[in-house]
C-alpha cells in the first residue's frame, strides 16, 4: 500500500485522509466526527474523513482529546469486529489511537483520539 493521500479543507474544516484514492469502499460512521471508509471483501482501510478536524485535535490539560465511536453500536456484531480490528492495524493506527471507557464491570465503549502528525496539519491555519 502507498502513502496516504492527506487533505484539509479549512473551509469546512475537514480532514480527508486516502489510503487508496479512487477505490471503491463502504462507509462506516464511527461518531458525528469520524468516518472510515473500507474493502470489505479485502477487510481493508481506504480511508478517513474527519469532520471539524480542528475540534478533534484540540488538546487539552489532560491530554488529546477522546471520542466514544458510538456508531459501533448501530453495527451487526461482525460488522462491528471487522471495524474494531481495522482501527487496530496500520494505516489506521497512524492516525488513531483506540481507547476504551468502561463505565461499568460488563460495558465497554470504545473511543479513538487523534494521532497529530505534522504533515496532516501542515496545511491547517
Known sequence: MSEATIHYD?????????????????????????????NKSEQRAVGLTFLEYSILTEKTELGPRS??????????????ELILS????????DFLSLSAYTPSRG????AASIRVSPFATSSRP
Do not use: K, W
Open 10 to 38: 479549512e473551509s469546512s474544516d475537514s480532514l480527508y485522509v486516502s489510503f487508496a484514492p479512487g477505490e471503491p469502499a463502504t462507509g462506516f460512521e464511527l461518531n458525528e466526527h469520524i468516518l472510515l471508509r473500507i
Open 67 to 80: 471520542f466514544p465511536l458510538t456508531g459501533l453500536a448501530r453495527l451487526p456484531s461482525e460488522s462491528r
Open 86 to 93: 481495522i482501527l487496530q492495524r496500520p494505516p489506521v493506527v
Open 107 to 110: 460495558e465497554t465503549i470504545p
